[in-house]
């Protein structure tokens, strides 16, 4: 039986300082993805950022891969979902923006399973024409700290999970404890998805398309726990499982 491919998405990001191949772009994953994936049973590749990328790029981009994984970066130009640009907004880069988007669009369009996470679901909710919070707080003043990069493997705090979605599920439970490691929210679901976990600040922290094919997104970084545990591999399970039966 052939391995199941699942393609990540590339970011491009600047080389470091010391570096001899300073001011040339990277384009880069993380071994948290791609052992995840390796884990679930799967073979991952990455897709590099192919700036204006055409159609057919696109497409044979996607030839090389049963399913496509978004994965969490910068924020997202906040242009593509047509609002000024706050203050709190962090850095962006429209290159990795543009092509992230056209190929999910893409990938959609053809049916290919998807999983975004963090950064990868906001991007499939402005892909459905949905808009974001540039920073948490300016959602609500009651709500709590989301951004706990100092625990980047460990849940901080409960998510529970719609009696109806995939993900209530593949975990088989209503509720999940997960980690935070973002500033931006989802704030108008885009038309297509529905919200299937929410924090108890109410936070959106997972959506799925209602669209024949399979596509999830979930706002914790369900990977980097994947590097402390494997409670979180029921997800990448499903959704390797997804790919391979498209």
């Not at 497409?59 to 496509?68: H, K, M, R, V």
Request: negative net charge; charged residues 15%.
């Amino acid at each position: 039986m052939r391995s199941v491919v699942i393609g990540i998405a590339g970011t491009l990001a600047a080389c470091p300082a010391n570096s001899p191949f300073i001011g040339w772009n990277r384009d880069f994953t993380n071994e948290a993805y791609t052992s995840s994936l390796v884990k679930a049973g799967s073979i991952p590749i990455l897709l590099p950022v192919l700036s204006e990328a055409t159609q057919t790029q696109l497409d044979s981009l996607l030839d090389l891969c049963d399913g496509l994984l978004l994965p969490g970066g910068s924020d997202i130009d906040p242009a593509f979902y047509h609002e000024p640009r706050h203050g709190l907004c962090g850095l962006s880069d429209n290159t990795t923006d543009g092509f992230q988007l056209a190929l999910l669009k893409r990938a959609l369009a053809r049916q290919k399973p998807v999983l975004g996470i963090c950064k990868g679901s906001q991007m499939i909710n402005v892909c459905f024409g949905g808009t974001l919070y540039q920073d948490f707080t300016l959602r609500t003043e009651n709500g709590f700290l989301h951004n706990h990069y100092e625990n980047a493997t460990k849940g901080c705090h409960q998510v529970t999970l719609a009696e109806d979605s995939l993900l209530a599920s593949i975990f088989k439970c209503k509720d999940l404890q997960v980690n935070s490691l973002h500033h931006q929210q989802i704030h108008d679901l885009g038309p297509g998805l529905k919200t299937t976990a929410l924090t108890k600040d109410g936070g959106i922290e997972a959506i799925e398309a209602s669209c024949k094919s399979w596509c999830v997104g979930v706002q914790w970084h369900p990977e980097a726990m994947m590097m402390a545990s494997e409670k979180m591999l029921p997800l990448f399970s499903a959704f390797v499982y997804a790919s391979r039966t498209a």
